[in-house]
């Protein structure tokens, strides 16, 4: 199975950006279905964006045209490039593989269709 590890996270001020990225290990990521999901204390872990086998790519509306998820199946790694940051988007990022999802990345049940999880990386908006 993969296995994935963030990177990327950090501090940034109000209307920066940063790249996330998750390498895979143990399996390609080509043949999964990839999302980010972030989560801040005391709150359900959310979708954010996530990209299919095919390259099909969904966000959530409130990332909508400041997030871009993408990957480079040669090299096993995903990214989430996310500009014009603001104070909410802060919390702990997870990059999530699942063989087949049938629910928007944006659903509250999203997460339970992926399987496979990182670590997670932080970003803290300023």
């Known amino acids: 199975h993969v296995q994935l590890v963030e990177s990327g996270g950090g501090s940034v001020q109000v209307g920066g950006s940063l790249r996330l990225s998750c390498v895979a290990s143990?399996?390609?990521?080509?043949?999964?279905?990839m999302g980010w999901f972030r989560q801040i204390p005391d709150r359900e872990r959310e979708g954010v964006a996530g990209i299919e086998s095919d390259g099909s790519t969904s966000y959530a509306d409130s990332v909508k045209g400041r997030f871009t998820i993408s990957k480079d199946n040669t090299k096993n790694i995903l990214y989430l490039q996310m500009n014009n940051l603001k104070p909410e988007d802060t919390a702990m990022y997870y990059c999530?593989?699942?063989?087949?999802?049938?629910?928007?990345?944006?659903?509250?049940?999203?997460?339970?269709?992926?399987?496979?999880w990182g670590q997670g990386t932080q970003v803290t908006v300023s």
């Open positions: 999530a593989a699942a063989l087949m999802v049938t629910q928007r990345i944006d659903s509250e049940f999203a997460q339970y269709e992926y399987t496979n």
């Open positions: 143990g399996d390609t990521i080509g043949r999964y279905c």
